[in-house]
């Protein structure tokens, strides 16, 4: 497709190239021209800002800070930058699957067995127009093409399939209160080992550059339908943070070299924020949340998620804020707000983090990148160096000027503005586990009466936490899954 005028300058404009026309009409190979890969499924807000490197400039990619020299219009459009592809499988059958190219002339040539269970999730790079064949492994072993075909894939862009899907193990209701009770005992304990901060409050809002919502949205549109989009993997060993026993918690998983991508250009957004020089650590989703959903107060992993950020992709059928809860360092509760392409920046190992209300309608699709100080897996056991921002403990005198449900608005004032405008209306502060406690029993599904006074709110805020717990080390296991988290 040949672009001229406007559309040309909304797409290449940002280039140093001549916009005020389309082609040139001096041109006499693609070697004179601009070329762009654009993603299927992008929003048109942001369709015309793909990623640097989806850009040919006249023989020439941009890849990651990396110009790399492409000599033919052939080899980037079968390059990573627009046709060639990465596509992830996971088996959830009960036999090994049996993975089939389909060539050219139509007959199945074998790729892989692809084991099962997750941890056998298998990775290839491959073309956008390729078809694979799934077939069972039995009971024909010799010629497994007449099995079950179980399923047929035609690859329009980057993904992850799901054959068939996980089965979440039953939880019986009745132990659940009692594991929350004990599970905020563990994660207060925990964000009290922390002792090195990044940032005044531990958290903050900002919002993702529109080629990095570009990519990611596209992604998300391209594989948020079954089998895509499968059960998130959870269990008894993995805790309650998330109420899977109640509601669907869905799982887009993401190719690797993509996520490594993503994690990179994200990378640059955190040690901004943090003024640390960052390793990349993790990358977990996408989560898909649905109604009725929940996340549990926690922190995250101590060695690896000392800055991390929350990435909103997408909600689809929201009709009232579900907002991400996080305590600052003076462990007030503030309840964040965020809209597709949003990002939250969260110290997520010190801050404790949740959603505890639960998610009225709709789906909430969240993404989570975390990083720590470079080579220093220890970094939470050491001291603030010079020059870290002072945290801010005291603010004054606060009041609610706002209404109670008005969230991110700054519905609560305090003599110290610095705080921000995400105090949560209830101006409700934890002092310790039983706070946490009583906050998920007042804001859940069920009330059982339990009312948290708040009457002493404005005197909380600047109290420092008395806990008789802070000495003592958590005995709970670092939990990877929950991540938000």
Known sequence: MELDGEAYTSVFGHLDVDTTKGVPKEAQTFHDCTAVCLEMGTPQSVVARPLPHRYWNKGTKNDEEEIIPVNSIERFLTSDSCGQVEYGFINYHTNIIKLYWIGNDGKPLFNQDIGVGERETSFITTFIGHTFHFYDSLPNEDDPTQNELMYVLNVESHGVVGIKNHKQPYVHPSGVVKEVERTMESEWKRHLKVKRTFSPLGFDKGRLPDDMYASLSSYYYNNRSPPHKVLEEWGRHKGVFVNYWETDVNFIQIPWHLKKRWQTRLLRLVEAWTGVELDITDMYGMREYTKGARLLTHVDRESTHAASLIVNIAQEDVVKPWTVEVYDHADRLHEVVMEPGDIVYYESAKCLHSRNTPLESGTYINLFTHYRPVDDPEWYRRA?????????????????????????????????????????????????????????????????????????????YVQESSSDDEEEESSSDDYEGGDEL
């Open 384 to 460: 603030n160096p010079e020059g870290t921002p002072s945290q801010l403990l005291d603010v004054g005198n606060c009041k609610l000027t706002g209404k109670i449900d008005q969230y991110s608005q700054g519905a609560v004032t305090c003599d110290k503005s610095a705080i921000g405008p995400h105090l949560s209306p209830t101006m409700f502060k934890a002092n310790n586990s039983a706070d946490l406690f009583q906050w998920w029993k007042r804001v859940g599904p069920e009330d059982d009466g339990t009312v948290l006074d708040t009457s002493d709110a404005d005197d909380d």
